[in-house]
């Protein structure tokens, strides 16, 4: 999942993107709530985790604004991440449209867990994705074919499960730089090609991710 994660507090924010790259996450980081929205207008989110103390306006008013203003791309969920955890707040963050509510200081285990729980949410696989003779398990970070583990790096791992939930669906190269990698991401790079080129090899033979001539990269369905 591609997440955004807006906090202003420099060091947990370093923290917190850090783990959650590490857990294969794509992770783009505001500080302020111009930051934010700025990314909202360009960027399509699988989750926003929204602080609610900015230093420039109130994430709370953002939260809003994400169920109607044109100009913002609605992530599929919201969480949000504050210190605020009188009862009324729990309510007026609810009430506003977020998915979730964490109160700081929180377990970083704990973030993740309500991550997975959020990308589920969507998830008309349920929790284990199948294609073929492919099986993905995102809660355990495992990934099988015919049977087999699959040994993947984290990227590795994230570019699968992206064409497992968009199987038989022709994915450009730009596809998956959105939402498999984050901002951080040089578009001009061949690491798209590099990262599939390995995955490919992983998956053996017959070939089950093929190329579309001047178009993408499609997962064959079933």
Same mark, same amino acid.
């Given at each position: 999942?591609?997440?955004?994660?807006? +906090?202003?507090?420099?060091? %947990?924010?370093?923290?917190?993107?850090?783990?959650?790259?590490?857990?294969?996450?794509? #992770?783009?980081?505001?500080?302020?709530?111009? +930051?934010? +929205? +700025?990314? %909202?207008?360009?960027?399509?989110?699988?989750?926003?985790? %929204?602080?609610? /103390?900015?230093?420039?306006?109130?994430?709370?008013?953002?939260?809003?604004? %994400?169920?109607?203003?044109?100009?913002?791309?609605?992530?599929?969920?919201?969480? #949000?991440?504050?210190?605020?955890?009188? #009862? /009324?707040?729990? #309510?007026?963050?609810?009430?506003?449209?977020?998915?979730?509510?964490?109160?700081?200081?929180?377990?970083?285990?704990e973030l993740v867990a309500r991550l997975r729980a959020l990308g589920r949410r969507g998830d008309q696989h349920g929790t284990l994705l199948r294609v073929g003779d492919l099986e993905l398990d995102p809660v355990t970070h495992r990934a099988w074919r015919a049977g087999a583990e699959l040994e993947l790096t984290s990227r590795e791992f994230s570019l699968l499960r992206y064409f497992m939930h968009h199987p038989g669906r022709v994915l450009s190269a730009e596809d998956l730089l959105e939402h498999v990698w984050d901002a951080n991401a040089n578009p001009f790079t061949t690491s798209v090609r590099v990262i599939l080129s390995r995955l490919r090899r992983k998956l053996g033979d017959p070939p089950v991710i093929t190329t579309v001539t001047a178009a993408g990269y499609r997962l064959e369905g079933p």
């Open positions: 999942m591609r997440v955004l994660l807006v +906090e202003d507090d420099p060091e %947990l924010s370093a923290l917190v993107a850090l783990g959650l790259r590490n857990e294969s996450y794509a #992770v783009d980081v505001a500080a302020t709530y111009r +930051e934010a +929205e +700025e990314s %909202l207008r360009v960027t399509s989110y699988d989750v926003a985790c %929204l602080d609610l /103390g900015l230093p420039d306006g109130d994430g709370l008013d953002l939260l809003r604004r %994400l169920g109607g203003d044109a100009h913002l791309r609605r992530p599929r969920r919201t969480l #949000v991440v504050t210190a605020r955890d009188a #009862v /009324g707040d729990r #309510v007026a963050g609810l009430d506003a449209g977020a998915d979730d509510y964490l109160v700081k200081p929180f377990h970083f285990a």
